[in-house]
Nanobody, 123 residues
């Protein structure tokens, strides 16, 4: 079982940056899991932000976010990060981290989820 807790959300002006963190705990090795980030805007479906493989040497990103986000992980700290730059109001939403066994952008492939952290980008 894996427990995930996101942090780092908040209010930021357009053009600003945020770094979100997701700490994992549980009875299994953190490095066994692929880690993903997703987001959900009000009234919209949850969408893929990016993912990082077990070793941290391969990442994938949603086309709409490529170039503005960077995902990294520190397996020694059981933590994954997403650095978001040049934020726009459309980036507003709840950001979730997830853990799973498949390197994919499909949300249903991730069995473990955090509670989410709110990101609000003001214009």
């Amino acid at each position: 079982q894996v427990q995930l807790v996101e942090s780092g959300g908040g209010l930021v002006q357009a053009g600003g940056s945020l770094r979100l963190s997701c700490a994992a705990s549980g009875r299994t090795s953190f490095s066994n899991y692929v880690r993903g980030w997703f987001r959900q805007a009000p009234g919209k479906e949850r969408e893929f932000v990016g993912a990082i493989n077990r070793g941290g040497d391969t990442t994938m990103y949603a086309d709409s976010l490529r170039g503005r986000v960077t995902i990294s992980r520190n397996n020694a700290k059981n933590t994954v990060y997403v650095q978001m730059n040049s934020l726009i109001p459309e980036d507003t939403g709840v950001y979730y981290c997830a853990a799973g066994g498949t390197f994919t952008g499909i949300a249903t492939s991730y069995p473990y989820w955090g509670q989410g952290t709110q990101v609000t980008v003001s214009s």
